[in-house]
């Protein structure tokens, strides 16, 4: 059945380290909590590993553990107005706009989505919040005062991918798993999948960029300058299509990958949307 209306490409982001240049509770959380980077993780590694404990509830709890030691409040407001200090790579606050353009002139929808083990709320202060048709990350369940007080959401490593077949059928709430179980023929689902970009920085994204790889999207590991280790062990492994530097700038190595996969997601639709109408005349 051909869909009616202009083909979607959908563009899913990790965050920290793929847009931002580190991770996000490092730009203002923890040295609120007087704490380096290095120290808080190393906790975080300790707990996680002395509890047989989930690696992101371990960061959650640690989260909520030491700033009520430190008696420092964790509010929503608190967590928004942190995305205010986030860091992005070069090109990433113009990237979008520039990127939709490119769709629209090759005759596609671009939509963006966050699927990140960081935190939503910040990533809702953050100056590119806009972009995005929804973000999946880790959250908080807030009490009558707004205290940040239970993890409502935690995204690990492997439940990312649950996120991938919500874009792809379009059941983008969370609470709704019996749509998003319920079988949709492929060519009714609303994103197919060989319209999706899987674009990370490391290990924690191989269940994603592996899925949608293995059903002919295309998957993109990025890497900080001249730290490419893990991204040329990806792609050595055939985990990912691409590697290349976090560098978002219009004309560079990324921008020109992202754009002639796109050119070629609109072709493979139109042959696709052809073949459809060619088989529906025959049937008819």
């Known amino acids: 059945m051909s869909k009616p209306g202009k083909p979607i490409v959908a563009i899913m982001y990790d965050f920290d380290k793929t847009l931002s240049t580190r991770d996000m509770q490092e730009y203002g959380f923890i040295p609120n909590l007087g704490l380096s980077a290095e120290q808080f993780w190393s906790e975080v590694k300790e707990l996680r590993e002395s509890e047989n404990m989930d690696p992101i509830l371990a960061y959650l709890y640690h989260m909520l553990k030491k700033a009520a030691d430190k008696g420092v409040p964790v509010t929503y407001e608190k967590f928004v107005s942190l995305g205010e200090g986030i860091e992005y790579y070069p090109g990433v606050e113009d ?3 520039r990127i939709n353009e490119y769709g629209k002139q090759n005759g596609v929808e671009v939509e963006h989505y966050v699927i990140s083990s960081g935190i939503k709320e910040i990533i809702e202060g953050s100056s590119i919040r806009k972009y995005f048709k929804e973000v999946y990350a880790c959250e908080f369940f807030y009490d009558e005062s707004k205290k940040a007080v239970w993890p409502k959401m935690a995204v690990n490593y492997t439940n ?3 996120f991938l077949f919500r874009i792809n059928k379009g059941v983008l709430s969370v609470w709704d798993d019996k749509r998003l179980n319920a079988y949709v023929p ?39 300058e001249r730290e490419k280790q893990t991204a040329t062990q990806l792609i050595a492994e055939n985990r990912v299509d691409f590697i290349t530097e976090a560098n978002y700038r219009e004309g560079s190595e990324l921008d020109n990958i992202v754009k002639t996969i796109i050119e070629k997601m609109s072709v493979a ?4 949307r052809l073949h459809d109408k060619h088989k529906k005349s025959i049937s008819e």
Do not use: H
């Open 186 to 224: 492929e060519e009714e689902r609303r994103v197919p999948f060989r319209n999706m970009i899987y674009i990370g920085d490391g290990l924690t994204d191989v269940p994603c960029m592996r899925l949608v790889k293995s059903n002919n999207g295309q998957s993109i590991a990025v890497f900080k």
């Open 160 to 162: 990312k991918t649950q």
């Open 269 to 272: 639709e139109k042959l696709a």
């Open 95 to 97: 990237w979008f706009e």
